[in-house]
């Protein structure tokens, strides 16, 4: 396995790894295993806990017990309440069990299997739960039934660590008679990374430049930065707000962007208000208009962040380009878009998305992408490029394809024009350059 792919492993088992819970603060039910088994919960309070008529839960079937001497906690190093063996599962309002939907499955956090630096806490090994998932993992597709993924559960915790579920001493574990219930929270944020990692595994090749740039272990070695000429800026062809020109270090960083390479990786820091994300829109124009001028796709750009607030700032500022009211040009010619960013939020998030405007989407596609992708919408947005076209070139359009045709060549006219005006205006300081130093010669 070659290096790159080692790290892919690596981060890939780190993802997967499924952890303990802490439930100590949650509210929680307590019920028995034979209760869980039977598919069938009776306990005090249910009936206010399940609010909806299915409440996706997690059954902490085994708990590790707190030892207790003359009134006192014992010393451990094993926080109270610690659980196990977690199966997610379905509860309905009557109080019955399902089999949990989207593939989830029971597991035994990576703290209690080995390889551990401290074997000794290890309840069963890592290749022992993955084999026996891979071995019956397909029982569950055949059937979903309660039975026989409890059978499942059941089976898998024998597996792995030698014993019934049922034991209350397990190796040098003893467990509480109780089992808890939780409402399940934990999301599943990581399914998509981890699928990312997996793909990135069957390659017969090392991963992609840009992933061998994130996982390099040198530093790179420094370079010059690259002169503000005109070379340089006649690279820079889009600008997505006039009102305001490039300070010098923006230009910096446009010049570097413009020279990188595939899998090259460019950092830009600044504290708030330094002008970062009018950086982004001059880089994101310049990529949209070098496409346009190859009459090629829009470039597909991803902004990402630990946070929802950076991303939603890049698109807000999307939104509040400075629009002149005297021609159509700074306003989108298609049907039911109104900015350049469409939001991918959790779905806790897509009601503040919409009272925000922004176009937004989930990972199925839904929500934006359907609707502006549908039959009626692309038929409308035909007929609104037409308009739009022959409103800002004042003649009258039929045909997208001569619409298309006329918008390339004033956009190549107008870069030609620029390119000509750069060189112009080089020309023009080298001349005042040479009679200044003249005059200094005099003097």
């Known amino acids: 396995m070659q290096l790159g792919q080692k790290f892919a492993h690596y981060f890939r088992n780190s993802l997967a790894a499924k952890l303990t819970i802490d439930f100590k603060k949650k509210a929680f039910l307590i019920t028995d295993l034979t209760s869980i088994e039977l598919g069938k919960i009776s306990t005090a309070g249910i009936e206010k806990w399940v609010k909806k008529a299915e409440e996706d839960i997690i059954i902490v079937a085994k708990t590790i017990k707190t030892n207790v001497e003359n009134q006192t906690r014992k010393a451990s190093n094993i926080d109270d309440m610690t659980g196990l063996f977690y199966i997610p599962a379905i509860m309905d ?58 059978k499942f559960a059941q089976e898998m915790f024998k597996t792995v660590c030698k014993a019934d579920l049922a034991e209350v001493h397990i190796q040098h574990y003893t467990f509480e008679p109780n089992v808890y219930i939780i409402k399940d929270d934990t999301g599943k944020f990581n ?7 997996d793909d990135l595994l069957e390659q017969d090749t090392e991963p992609f430049k840009l992933y061998q740039s994130f996982i390099k272990k040198e530093f ?114 298609i049907e039911g878009v109104h900015s350049l960013g469409v939001y991918f939020p959790a779905h806790s998030k897509q009601k503040e998305a919409k009272a925000k405007g922004f176009h937004y989407t989930d990972p199925r596609g839904e929500g934006f992408f359907k609707e502006v992708e549908s039959e009626a919408n692309i038929n409308a947005s035909k007929e609104k490029l037409i308009k739009e076209c022959s409103t800002f070139f004042n003649q009258q359009f039929t045909d997208i394809s001569i619409c298309q045709k006329t918008i390339h060549d004033r956009l190549t006219r107008i870069i030609h024009i620029q390119e000509e005006l750069l060189t112009l205006y080089n020309r023009l300081q080298s001349y005042l350059n040479k009679d200044m130093d003249k005059v200094h010669i005099i003097v």
């Open 93 to 150: 309002k009557k109080e019955n069990l399902k089999a949990p939907e989207n593939s989830k499955l029971p597991w035994i956090p990576r703290t209690f299997l080995s390889p551990l630096v401290d074997d000794e806490l290890a309840i069963g090994a890592v290749d022992t739960i993955d084999e026996y998932i891979s071995n019956n993992f397909q029982l569950l597709k055949q059937q979903q039934d309660w039975h026989t993924y409890y």
């Open 191 to 197: 399914q998509h990374i981890i699928a990312l990692y």
């Open 220 to 333: 790179e070695k420094d370079v010059p930065l690259i002169e503000n000429n005109v070379s340089m800026m006649k690279k820079h062809v889009g600008q997505m707000n006039n009102e305001y020109s490039l300070s010098p270090s923006q230009r910096e960083s446009i010049n570097h962007f413009n020279v990188m390479n595939e899998g090259e990786i460019l950092a830009v820091n600044g504290p708030p208000g330094t002008g970062k994300t009018t950086l982004l829109q001059s880089l994101v124009a310049t990529l949209f208009v070098k496409k346009a001028l190859k009459e090629e796709k829009a470039p597909f750009i991803v902004a990402s962040s630990t946070n929802n607030q950076a991303v939603t700032n890049i698109i807000d500022s999307f939104s509040s380009i400075h629009h002149d009211k005297n021609t159509n040009l700074t306003k989108r010619w």
